[in-house]
């Protein structure tokens, strides 16, 4: 079936430096899935992050970006120049192309940032 | 505007006894979707509602688990004869019907 894989449990970064959190996808399914990125801050419910709907296409919200790669069937998170504020739980996701409904999730990573 | 709202927030049940969980989506919106997360497995799909009806019930446990949407405004997950390994978070959506779902708070069911 249907799969995302998140390799990283826990990251921490140092605040300024870059970002990257590694998102991996099987879709058995005829037809790309949809890809998304959500996140839990402390205290806040699950919200959505960015959404890529079509293969190749880049998505960006509140200075990250994640690539829409069907090569390497990967949606990694990016970002430059990370704050505190962005410490969090980061949680990558497909909708598969037959059920657009339903969502599968990775493990999440849960990003930690050094002041 | 709200946004999803689960009630209760917490529930803790002994061993045997029925739990209902209650959502109540966003005003408008036309699906409502049902996730629970553990430690061990994550976040996993359970069910979900477009217009009322059931699209799609593939990740729901066979026995003692069901869910039900009498009406737009809310939705109920039902679990007979609680057991420990129940215990989790249960989280519900509500989409407008495009690809975007907003979750609630999510309702804390601790089983002794």
């Known amino acids: 079936g249907d799969s995302v894989t998140q390799t990283e449990g826990q990251v921490t970064v140092s605040e300024s430096k870059s970002l990257i959190i590694n998102c991996t996808y099987s879709?058995?399914?005829?037809?790309?899935?949809?890809l998304f990125w959500y996140v839990r801050y402390p205290g806040e419910g699950l919200q959505l992050l960015l959404k890529?709907?079509?293969?190749?296409q880049k998505g960006s919200s509140r200075g990250f970006e994640a690539t829409y790669n069907k090569e390497a069937t990967s949606f990694h998170l990016q970002k430059a120049s990370v704050q505190e504020s962005d410490s969090a739980v980061y949680y990558c996701?497909?909708?598969?192309?037959?059920?657009?409904?339903?969502?599968?999730f990775g493990q999440g990573t849960k990003l930690s940032i050094k002041p | 505007n709200a946004g999803v709202i689960q009630t209760p927030r917490h529930k803790v049940t002994g061993k045997g006894q029925e739990a209902t969980l209650w959502c109540e989506p966003i005003?408008?919106?036309?699906?409502v979707f049902w996730y629970r997360q553990t430690i061990v497995q994550g976040l996993e799909f359970l069910t979900y509602?477009?217009?009322?009806?059931?699209?799609?019930d593939s990740g729901m446990p066979k026995e003692r688990f069901s869910a039900q949407m009498p009406n737009q405004s809310h939705s109920t997950l039902k679990i007979q004869s609680t057991q420990p390994q129940d215990s989790a978070v249960y989280l519900c959506?509500?989409?407008?019907?495009?690809?975007?779902?907003?979750f609630g708070p999510g309702t804390r069911l601790t089983v002794l």
């Open positions: 959506a509500s989409s407008s019907g495009t690809v975007e779902q907003y």
């Open positions: 879709a058995t399914s005829i037809g790309y899935p949809n």
């Open positions: 890529v709907i079509t293969a190749g």
């Open positions: 996701a497909l909708s598969p192309h037959y059920n657009q409904g339903k969502l599968i």
């Open positions: 005003s408008g919106h036309s699906a």
């Open positions: 509602f477009r217009n009322q009806a059931p699209i799609d």
